[in-house]
C-alpha cells in the first residue's frame, strides 16, 4: 500500500469532506473535529456514495424512567448518510449505526507537517 498526496490539510476546514480516486478505490476523506477519517465510498446497502450525502450529528432519545420519551437531542458524535438509501455510518468508526457488525473500508490517513496523505 503507497500513501497518496491528497491536499493541504490547511484547505480542510472541520467539517469538509473530498472525494479521491486512488486506483481501482474512491475514497471520502473527512475531516471533523481537526482529525481526518477516510472511508470506501462504496456503500454497504447498494453500492451508492456512502461518503457524499449530509453529515449530521447523531440523534438520540431520551427517556423517563417509566420509558416515556422526554425528547429527541442532538450528540457531539458525527455521522454520514449514503444519499441513494439513507445508510447512516460512523464518522470516527465507519460502522453503519444500527447494526455496528457493518462497517465501511477504513483507510489510514498520514499527515506530514501540512500535507494530507491516504494509504491505498
Given at each position: 500500500?503507497?500513501?497518496?498526496?491528497?491536499?493541504?490539510?490547511?484547505?480542510?476546514?472541520?467539517g469538509d469532506r473530498q472525494i479521491v480516486r486512488i486506483g481501482e478505490h474512491e475514497i471520502g476523506i473527512f475531516r471533523h473535529e481537526g482529525e481526518f477519517y477516510a472511508y470506501s465510498n462504496f456503500c454497504l446497502h447498494?453500492?451508492?456514495?456512502?461518503?457524499?450525502?449530509?453529515?449530521?450529528?447523531?440523534?438520540?432519545?431520551?427517556?423517563?424512567?417509566?420509558?416515556?420519551?422526554?425528547?429527541?437531542?442532538?450528540?457531539?458524535?458525527?455521522?454520514?448518510?449514503?444519499?441513494?438509501?439513507?445508510?447512516?455510518?460512523?464518522?470516527k468508526t465507519g460502522e453503519h449505526v444500527s447494526n455496528r457488525k457493518l462497517k465501511l473500508r477504513k483507510y489510514d490517513v498520514v499527515q506530514k507537517g501540512n500535507d494530507v496523505y491516504v494509504v491505498a
Amino acid at each position: 500500500m503507497a500513501e497518496q498526496f491528497v491536499g493541504k490539510a490547511s484547505e480542510f476546514k472541520d467539517g469538509d469532506r473530498q472525494i479521491v480516486r486512488i486506483g481501482e478505490h474512491e475514497i471520502g476523506i473527512f475531516r471533523h473535529e481537526g482529525e481526518f477519517y477516510a472511508y470506501s465510498n462504496f456503500c454497504l446497502h447498494q453500492g451508492g456514495p456512502a461518503c457524499e450525502g449530509l453529515t449530521i450529528a447523531r440523534v438520540e432519545e431520551r427517556l423517563r424512567p417509566d420509558k416515556t420519551s422526554m425528547g429527541l437531542h442532538f450528540t457531539n458524535d458525527m455521522n454520514f448518510v449514503c444519499p441513494w438509501h439513507g445508510y447512516e455510518y460512523d464518522m470516527k468508526t465507519g460502522e453503519h449505526v444500527s447494526n455496528r457488525k457493518l462497517k465501511l473500508r477504513k483507510y489510514d490517513v498520514v499527515q506530514k507537517g501540512n500535507d494530507v496523505y491516504v494509504v491505498a
